[in-house]
C-alpha cells in the first residue's frame, strides 16, 4: 500500500535558471515544459480523497520550480479551504514581484515553510551554479514573505568549492533578513562520485562537504524557535514500524517522508528519484504513461494491480540503492 498522506508534486516543469547539473541540462532530449493547473487538483485531490488521507504537500520538481506554475497559490488556496495540510515550497526564488510574494504569503500559515535555494553570496556567487538567478529579488522576496506571514522560512544551500570558505557570512546574512533556519546540503553530484563530471571538477568543495551516503546529507542551524527541526508525523511515525523489509529493500513510498511524485506532466510516480529522466530510469518514464492523471483519477491509479503486483519486485536501480534496508533506519525513514 502507497503511503498517500504526503505527495511530493511537480506543478511546472518550467524554470528560469539553468543550474548545470538539472536535469533540464543535463538530459534535456525529453524535457516538457508544461505545468497542472487548479482542474487538475480539483479533479484528482477531492475534497474527500483530501480529507481522508493528505496531510502535507510539497510543490517541488525535478525539472521545474513552483513559484512558476500559474495556479500556485490557487491551488494552494483551494486545498486549505478542505482542510490544513502543510505546504512545503521549495523554490530558486528569483524574479518574482513583491505583490505575488506578499499573495504567497497571505496563503500560507505557520505549519507550512517555504525553502529557498540560494547557494551564493552576492549576484555573481549565486549565478556559479544557480545560472540565471536574480539575487536581488530573491532576497526581497524572503524579506516580503517574511513580513507577510508565519511560515517558515528555511534558506537552504549546496556546499560547493566557490562558496564553502562563505557559509559562516551567508548564515549570518539569512539570520538578519528573518529566515528561520539555514540548511546546508552535501551532496553527492560532484566527479569524487561521478567520474562523469571530472576528476578536476571545479563545482567539487572540501571532502567534509561532499555526502559519504547515496543520498544527500544535510546540516540545519535554527535561527528562531519556529526553524528548529521539523516534527515528524505520527502517521510517518507509524507506517515505518510497520513497514517491513522485501528482499533487502524497505520501500519509503509505502512510509511517504519522500512523498509520492506527481510530474508536471500528471504522471504519477512512487518517488522523485524514479521519476528523473536519466537513462537507467527510462523504464519508468514509460511505465508513468499509464498512470497519467489527465486520463485518469488519483483513486483510480492508486487501486490499480501493478502496485500489488509487478511493483512489489522493486527491481529498479534507484529501489535497490535509495531503499535498501541496510540505510532506512528512522532518520533516514523519517526525513525529507
Not at 167 to 176: G, N, P, V, Y
Amino acid at each position: 500500500m502507497l503511503a498517500t498522506w504526503h505527495f511530493h508534486i511537480e506543478i511546472s516543469s518550467k524554470c528560469t535558471l539553468r543550474c548545470p547539473r538539472c536535469a533540464r541540462q543535463e538530459v534535456p532530449d525529453g524535457l516538457v515544459n508544461t505545468e497542472l493547473d487548479l482542474k487538475f487538483f480539483k479533479r484528482n485531490f477531492t475534497p474527500e480523497f483530501v480529507q481522508a488521507n493528505v496531510e502535507k504537500i510539497t510543490f517541488c520538481g525535478d525539472d521545474g520550480d513552483p513559484i512558476y506554475a500559474h495556479d500556485l497559490i490557487p491551488v494552494i488556496e483551494y486545498i486549505k479551504s478542505v482542510k490544513p495540510v502543510e505546504i512545503v515550497i521549495i523554490t530558486n526564488g528569483s524574479h518574482k514581484k513583491i505583490l505575488w510574494w506578499a499573495e504567497l504569503g497571505h496563503a500560507l500559515d505557520s505549519n507550512d515553510s517555504v525553502h529557498f535555494s540560494v547557494d551564493g553570496y552576492d549576484n555573481d556567487s549565486n549565478n556559479v551554479y544557480r545560472v540565471n538567478s536574480d539575487y536581488l529579488s530573491i532576497v526581497s522576496g524572503i524579506k516580503t514573505l517574511r513580513a507577510s506571514s508565519s511560515c517558515k522560512i528555511v534558506w537552504a544551500a549546496i556546499a560547493f568549492k566557490f562558496n564553502e570558505e562563505q557559509l559562516d557570512s551567508m548564515k549570518e546574512f539569512a539570520h538578519t533578513i528573518g529566515v528561520d533556519r539555514f540548511q546546508l546540503t552535501k551532496s553527492t553530484k560532484f566527479g569524487s562520485v561521478y567520474p562523469s563530471y571530472g576528476i578536476d571538477d571545479a563545482l567539487q568543495p572540501s571532502v567534509k562537504y561532499i555526502s559519504s551516503t547515496q543520498r544527500f546529507e544535510r546540516e540545519a542551524t535554527a535561527f528562531t524557535p519556529h526553524g528548529e527541526e521539523d516534527p515528524v508525523s505520527k502517521t510517518n511515525i507509524q507506517l515505518f514500524k510497520q513497514t517491513q523489509s522485501h528482499n533487502g529493500i524497505t520501500p519509503l513510498c509505502k512510509i511517504g517522508n519522500k512523498g509520492l511524485y506527481i510530474d508536471a506532466r500528471g504522471r504519477l510516480f512512487p518517488c522523485c528519484w524514479v521519476a528523473n529522466r536519466y537513462t537507467h530510469n527510462s523504464d519508468w518514464q514509460q511505465l508513468a504513461n499509464n498512470f497519467n492523471l489527465h486520463n485518469k483519477t488519483l483513486t483510480d491509479v492508486l487501486a490499480d494491480t501493478f502496485w500489488s503486483t509487478e511493483f512489489q519486485t522493486f527491481k529498479w536501480q534507484e529501489c535497490q540503492t535509495k531503499c535498501k534496508t541496510s540505510v532506512v533506519d528512522e532518520k533516514y525513514a523519517t526525513s525529507w
